[in-house]
């Protein structure tokens, strides 16, 4: 499916070799992302940004080259393999790291890491292990980046008590009607709302840090090695921005210890999976648990349950408001991946206690 406008975007990075196919990435809900295959072999990630989600690309692009090539530099230093272990943009022949077409759409490329796969659904708890250790060490990696240096790509990005008020707006406009149907769904969000404000108010008290964060760490943001199974390094880098550690475990627990794909619309199957949660916390704290304070590793269950809770009601938000955010691919897929999210919360909370005795365990195990 080679567009003129990916020919043309393509060709503005000035690599000296012709396309042979182009195919395209689907599993991102907010990027357009093409694999290219050119004549000498090589292989590349084309991106069209998204810019009625990221507003401003030249920030968020030098957000993401100053941290990439920050942690290139510390792979290197450990002896790691910088080509696998993070992400390497290409730069275009304007001089920048991205290039904007004609009608103003905002293009980047990196290199193909290849040999590697990305799980929609973990298979086995080895799977959320190494995911919890990628995410884990990305933290650490980035705790001495100068964190006043990076823009804020998406305003209250995780801001959930500002997520909640953004709900409250859609309901109001109910610009669709489609109020009516999902008043249930409403109400669950609407007796949950106290629970919005317990990190932000952690963090006002200084309870917990801010600190160099993903905020977008759902299992297929990390990439696994063919060969080994293993992860080798994180991906999908637009929202990294000074947020809680809290966030970035919370929401791959959402999205790797459910039992079911996330917009999966048979309920008897979204449940959260103990073992695999289990297998995320110990490769998580094995990574974290000495940088971590009490207060954010007492609030990692809570967090799981914060992530899975403000990502099921901006899908509600966007249901309401005409699915003009998230990717769809048919009318109700907001609705569905929405109530999905509030199974998952459910069962959440009928497993509280379980799932804390668990991080408490390997805080116990990891901390010196
Ligand atoms: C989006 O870009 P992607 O598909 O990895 C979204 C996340 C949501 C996720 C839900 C910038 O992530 O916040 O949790 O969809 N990213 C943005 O699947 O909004
Ligand atoms: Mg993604």
């Known amino acids: 499916m080679l567009t003129p406008e990916i020919k043309t975007a393509f060709e503005s990075f000035g690599v000296d070799s012709e396309i042979v196919s182009v195919g395209q990435i689907t599993a991102g809900l907010i990027n357009a992302t093409y694999l290219i295959e050119t004549e000498n072999k090589e292989k590349y990630i084309l991106q069209k940004i998204n810019t009625f989600v990221f507003k401003n690309p030249a920030e968020l692009m030098e957000n993401i080259v100053g941290v990439t090539k920050y942690l290139a530099e510390n792979i290197s230093k450990n002896g790691g393999d910088p080509r696998r272990e993070t992400l390497n943009f290409v730069k275009n022949t304007n001089g920048k790291y991205f290039y904007l077409d004609a009608e103003g759409g905002a293009w980047r490329m990196y290199i193909y890491v290849d040999d590697a796969f990305t799980?929609?659904?973990a298979e086995s708890g080895a799977t959320l292990k190494s995911a919890g250790e990628s995410f884990g060490r990305f933290m650490k990696l980035l705790a001495g980046y100068p964190a006043e240096t990076l823009h804020e790509t998406i305003v209250n990005f995780h801001n959930t008590p500002s997520r909640y008020q953004d709900f409250l707006k859609a309901v109001e406009a109910d610009v669709k009607g489609r109020k009516a149907e999902v008043e249930a769904e409403i109400k669950f969000v609407t007796d949950r709302e106290a629970d919005t404000r317990k990190l932000t108010d952690l963090l006002a008290k200084g309870e917990i840090p801010l600190r160099v964060t993903h905020n977008d760490t759902k299992l297929n943001n990390v990439l696994f090695d063919k060969a080994t199974n293993k992860s080798i390094c994180v991906i999908d880098l637009d929202t990294i921005m000074?947020?809680?550690?809290?966030y970035d475990f919370g929401d791959s627990i959402r999205s790797g210890a459910n039992?079911?794909?996330?917009?999966?619309?048979d309920l008897s199957k979204v449940f959260v999976n103990l073992?695999?949660?289990e297998n995320y916390v110990d490769g998580y704290l094995s990574q974290t648990a000495d940088s971590l304070n009490d207060a954010e590793i007492e609030n990692l269950a809570f967090s799981a349950k914060l992530m899975t809770f403000e990502c099921g009601m901006r899908f509600l938000t966007d249901y309401l408001n005409g699915d003009v955010y998230f990717r769809t691919t048919y009318p109700e897929h907001n609705i569905v991946r929405a109530r999905n999210q509030f199974k998952l919360i459910e069962d959440m909370e009928s497993n509280m206690d379980k799932m804390q005795a668990i991080v408490m365990k390997y805080k116990e195990k990891y901390s010196k």
């Open 119 to 121: 799980y929609n659904k």
């Open 259 to 265: 039992a079911a794909n996330e917009d999966e619309a």
């Open 242 to 246: 000074p947020g809680l550690a809290g």
């Open 275 to 277: 073992e695999f949660f």
